[in-house]
């Protein structure tokens, strides 16, 4: 695989519709797939934690995969969430991915056993040395065993399938240290950054791109983000990182995750239904006010009207960590020459 080949750009971690009995809602996740991919998003990932996959059973989250393949029909790749309870059928779901023309599957690192370096290391090298399809590492320590630079540079080392990270810690160093160690050595290896409110930093200090939950919302905004960063309009990037920080925040701060993204999805006119995790009559009553929180948020994008009632004025957030942070990165590639 060459450097060209390697995956970039947003990739979107997209809510799964669902219907009045809690069942997969084909025409409608069909509808948007095609809604996402018309909005510029470079590729699609199912069966992520946007996506909701540990409230799926293994042969719901294949059916997923295998509607939205059909319905992408190769206009994007699509990197294929395919993490089972053990290595045997994680395996089997890569044959499967891989005969239904996926570009690559995502497999979370080992959760609710909480192990070790080796036992991590040991784990990943069992599918990648049976997999027919590339591996991109999960590293979402806040649900999962963590995955360290040295067992990422290992698996680089050894693993030819496994060709990537997604790495949804939002923790700018550690991103920076995985870099450092494997891109000199394995330029085609491709870092995915899934922490929204990093990710112009993330894509100035190398990420190749991101999966960003935001990005099944507000595609439009996640896509200009990119594209200006990487084209050097920072000033435009950044006051779109501001911009999509809030909306972010706003959608995963103030509900269960990832019920505030369906709530701000729905406002945009894709019927995803009710979630399949239940929710308190006090849940969802916040989540009504939360929903017109998002839609003056969303209006202010020119994405939809305000609510009844309009949407009050407050004061800017304050941006100041950002501002510090992406200055720094700025800062930092200016000394080492990069421009």
């Known amino acids: 695989m060459s450097t060209s080949d390697r995956l970039a750009g947003i990739f979107t971690p997209n809510i799964v519709p669902l219907d009045d009995r809690g069942e997969i809602n084909e025409p409608e996740l069909r509808n948007y797939v095609d809604w996402l991919i018309e909005r510029g998003v470079h590729g699609l990932y199912p069966n992520g934690s946007t996506g909701e996959f540990v409230r799926f059973t293994a042969e719901e989250r294949q059916r997923i995969i295998e509607i939205v393949a059909d319905q992408t029909a190769g206009r994007v790749p699509i990197l294929a969430g395919a993490a089972e309870a053990n290595t045997r059928e994680t395996i089997r779901a890569c044959e499967t991915y891989h005969d239904l023309g996926v570009r690559a599957v995502a497999i979370v690192s080992p959760f609710y056993y909480r192990l070790s370096a080796p036992g991590v290391y040991a784990y990943f090298k069992e599918i990648a040395d049976n997999s027919p399809i590339d591996v991109t590492l999960y590293n979402i320590p806040m649900f999962a065993s963590p995955i360290d630079v040295p067992t990422v540079q290992r698996l680089a080392d050894e693993c030819p399938r496994v060709a990537a990270i997604k790495d949804s810690s939002g923790d700018l160093p550690h991103m920076m240290r995985m870099i450092a160690a494997v891109r000199p050595h394995h330029p085609d290896f491709a870092f995915l950054t899934g922490w929204d409110a990093a990710l112009m ?48 925040d706003a959608m995963i701060n103030n509900s269960e995750f990832p019920e505030g993204f369906r709530a701000a999805l729905r406002l945009r006119g894709i019927e995803t239904g009710s979630g399949r995790q239940p929710q308190s009559a006090g849940q969802e009553a916040d989540l009504d006010k939360l929903s017109d929180q998002l839609q003056c948020l969303l209006a202010a994008e020119g994405f939809t009207g305000e609510p009844i009632g309009g949407c009050p004025v407050g004061e800017p957030k304050e941006q100041d960590e950002i501002t510090r942070i992406v200055q720094n990165v700025v800062q930092e590639l200016k000394r080492r020459g990069i421009n």
């Open 201 to 248: 930093p993330m894509l100035l200090i190398g990420c190749d791109g991101g999966t960003n939950a935001a990005s099944g919302v507000v595609p439009e905004i996640t896509r200009k983000l990119y594209d200006f960063t990487l084209s050097g309009q920072l000033d435009r990037a950044r006051d779109l990182q501001y911009r999509l920080l809030i909306l972010f």
